[in-house]
């Protein structure tokens, strides 16, 4: 599975606002993750943005009139409302969420939403005062109550020159939400995922501390992957400079201590836990409360270090565990012994010094072992397909239980 975006059909709705530019951004980028765009136009909207520009993007016709001879809608007015896996609204002024609240299908947009069973997303934008208006809080709670995904909008500086609520959520942003309403029917729909990214971080003073290279990627790929096969996913992650993912629950740590406690409480509730964090097998036994000054003898710096407890056999018997084993060398016998140790039903082990598959990169090669002696070698690949990977065992194993 490369993208939850493939042979998917996404209706984008554009309604007459100054971010109209941003839908652009947002039609390519469903284009270039697979998705079968069609582009629904406001009247007002053609005063923003020319159809042509989303022609060019999506290779498709777009519409912009409801009467128009050679639309789909003049001909049928649900052949895009049947077709839509999912229809999005972005921006939706309020003028659009007016109409949508009360029922009325007066243009394309209003009337491929009435007539469809897709799920709807709409993402407002508008000037702070007009979103603070009771009845458009009013109207988008109408539309909360029927069941449309709501997203937004964003606080900051507004073209009118206001500061306050009222800018479209940023395409990237989008993208996340999207996939999550589309992975409402998928087979990890009513579980919950509990995932650890990044490198843990411990202290030496209040400058200097010890951690490790990891990047966090692979574990946002996998809470990235669950939450578009419908899981509910809580992260785990310590500082990383990856963007947070939308559609997740993030828990915030550094130290080993704080994920031992941010994991245990996540998985009071959780079905799964799948640890991709690289967690500090060390710890300094004394944190300096003060910088620690450079020796003018030259004699060097001494730190005494002890071992992390292993919080992992302390995770509760019903959730499944799975983990990651990043080794240097003897990568599978180092990835058995951690499987059986750890009472893991699956561990993903890769070789950090394979080409392309280490640190900070977006590719990873692994290899999964079961607690059955079974191994699958998987091939060089995207972490977000590594990802689906695992959870393709994961959703087995679930469903056995």
């Known amino acids: 599975m490369k993208s939850p975006f493939e042979n998917k059909s996404v209706v984008l709705g554009v309604t007459g606002s ?4 941003k839908a652009v951004d947002l039609c390519s980028k ?5 998705a079968e765009v069609d582009v629904v136009l ?25 009467f128009e001879p050679e639309s789909e809608l003049s001909m049928d007015h649900v052949a895009l409302s049947k077709r839509a896996d999912i229809i999005v609204i972005a921006p939706a002024t309020a003028n659009t969420i ?28 508008m000037d702070a005062n007009m979103y603070e208006n009771p009845a458009v809080q009013e109207n988008l709670q109408t539309l909360r109550d029927w069941g449309v995904t709501i997203i937004g909008p964003e606080q900051g500086r507004l073209a009118s020159g206001l500061v306050g609520w009222g800018r479209l959520v940023e395409p990237a942003q989008l993208i996340g939400h ?9 087979d990890l729909v009513g579980r919950t995922i509990v995932v650890s990214a990044g490198g843990t971080v411990e202290p030496i003073d209040p400058v200097r501390v010890i951690t490790n290279r990891s990047s966090g990627k692979q574990g946002y790929a996998i809470a990235e992957a669950a939450r578009d096969r419908g899981a509910s996913t809580i992260l785990v992650t310590t ?44 710890r300094p036994v004394e944190v300096a409360d003060h910088k620690i000054k450079k020796s003018e003898s030259g004699n060097g710096l ?30 599978l016998d180092n990835a058995s012994k951690k499987l059986t140790a750890k009472r893991l039903a699956l561990i993903a082990a890769n070789d950090i010094t394979a080409e392309n598959a280490g640190f900070g990169v977006d590719t990873n090669k692994v290899t999964i072992l079961d607690r059955e002696g079974g191994m699958e070698d998987l091939p060089l690949m995207s972490k977000y397909e590594v990802a689906h990977r695992i959870l393709d065992r994961v959703a087995k194993l679930l469903s056995k239980s």
């Not at 993030?250 to 031992?260: D, F, N, S, Y």
């Not at 730190?303 to 990568?331: M, Y």
Request: charged share 15%; glycine share 4%.
């Open 18 to 21: 100054i971010a109209c530019y």
């Open 178 to 186: 999207i996939a999550a309403v589309l992975g409402h029917d998928g």
């Open 239 to 282: 500082p990383t400079a990856l963007p947070d993912p939308t559609g997740i629950e993030i828990a915030r740590v550094e130290t080993v201590a704080q994920m031992r406690d941010a994991v245990l409480a996540a998985c009071q509730q959780a079905d799964v836990l799948i640890m991709a964090a690289a967690v500090s097998d060390y």
């Open 98 to 125: 007016a109409k949508l609240a009360h029922g009325l299908a007066d243009d394309a947009i209003t009337t491929t939403v009435l007539a469809t069973a897709a799920p709807v997303l709409v993402a407002p934008a």
């Open 42 to 66: 406001s009247p007002a909207a053609t005063r923003f943005i020319n159809p042509i520009t989303f022609s060019s993007i999506t290779h498709r016709p777009v519409t912009t009139d409801l």
């Open 30 to 34: 469903l284009v270039q993750a697979g």
């Open 302 to 331: 001494a730190i005494q270090l002890t071992e992390n407890d292993d919080f992992f056999l302390e995770v509760p018997d019903k959730v499944l565990k799975v983990g990651f084993a990043a080794e240097s060398d003897d990568l």
